[in-house]
C-alpha cells in the first residue's frame, strides 16, 4: 500500500476550475488527504475524506473518492494565482502515511 | 496551538560534520514522524514515534542517521557524519494516534551540506 501516484503538474487559468487526480493501491487505507504547500512552507493540510465516502465539499474545494478504482480527485473552482502550489494526496493506512510525488499547480492570470 | 515547531530553519555545514535537528509536536498528540524532502525522490518517511517509542524506522537510510524522543514534547534527527547527499528539507509531523487524525507539519529545516 505504498504506491501513490499524480500526476506532476497542472496549468489552468484563473477561474477556470482545477482538477487534480490521484491514484492509490491499498484497499484498506481508511482516510484520504490533501496537502498543499507553498514555497518554503511545510505540508498544509486542506481536507480528508473517510474511505466509505463518495464526496466531499468544503467551500472551493471538492474531493472525489471512486473506492473500487481507488481514484482520488480534488476539483478546486475558481481557481486563484494563491492557489498556485504543490498538491499532494496521502493514504493512512493504520497510522502509517504515504504520500504522493505532488502535483505542481500553477494559475496563469 | 504553535503548531509543530523545528529548529533551525536552515542549516548549513561540511561533510563530515554531525547535524542535529529538533521538533516539538502540538501538544497531546502522541504520534511523531520524520519526513525528508528532495526534488529526486519527493517526501520520504524516516522514522515514526508513538507515545515516544519508535515503531518503524525502515525508512532511515543508514546508520548515520539516528532519532530520539526522550519525552512527548521534544524529538531530534541527527545525523553523523553528514554527507553532501544528505542535502533536503526535513520536515517533522505530529498526530493524534486514531482513525482521521491527519498529520500536522512543521514548517521544515532545510539541510545543505557541503
Known amino acids: 500500500g505504498e504506491d501513490v501516484e499524480q500526476s506532476l503538474f497542472l496549468s489552468v487559468r484563473e477561474g477556470d476550475s482545477s482538477v487534480i487526480n490521484c491514484t492509490y493501491t491499498?484497499?484498506?487505507?481508511?482516510?484520504l488527504y490533501w496537502y498543499k504547500q507553498e514555497p518554503g512552507a511545510g505540508l498544509q493540510l486542506l481536507t480528508y475524506i473517510f474511505s466509505n465516502m463518495d464526496m466531499k465539499q468544503d467551500q472551493r474545494l471538492t474531493v472525489l473518492l471512486n473506492k473500487k478504482d481507488k481514484h482520488l480527485s480534488l476539483r478546486i473552482a475558481d481557481t486563484q494565482t494563491g492557489d498556485s502550489a504543490i498538491y499532494f494526496c496521502a493514504e493512512d493506512n493504520f497510522n502509517k502515511f504515504y504520500f504522493g510525488s505532488g502535483t505542481k499547480l500553477n494559475v496563469k492570470p | 496551538d504553535a503548531g509543530v515547531i523545528q529548529s533551525p530553519r536552515h542549516e548549513v555545514t561540511e561533510m563530515g560534520q554531525e547535524v542535529t535537528l529538533r521538533c516539538k509536536p502540538i501538544?497531546?498528540?502522541?504520534?511523531l514522524f520524520w519526513y525528508r524532502q528532495t526534488m529526486m525522490r519527493g517526501l520520504e518517511l524516516l522514522i515514526y514515534?508513538?507515545?515516544?517509542?519508535?515503531?518503524?524506522d525502515s525508512g532511515m537510510p543508514e546508520d548515520r542517521f539516528s532519532a530520539k524522543m526522550p519525552n512527548a514534547s521534544f524529538s531530534t534527527l541527527k545525523i553523523q557524519p553528514s554527507e553532501p547527499r544528505d542535502s533536503a528539507v526535513y520536515f517533522c509531523?505530529?498526530?493524534?494516534?486514531?482513525?482521521?487524525?491527519?498529520?500536522?507539519f512543521g514548517n521544515g529545516t532545510r539541510l545543505t551540506v557541503t
Open positions: 514515534f508513538n507515545n515516544n517509542v519508535p515503531i518503524d
Open positions: 509531523a505530529s498526530s493524534l494516534q486514531g482513525g482521521g487524525s491527519p498529520l500536522h
Open positions: 491499498d484497499s484498506s487505507s481508511t482516510y
Open positions: 501538544s497531546g498528540h502522541n504520534s
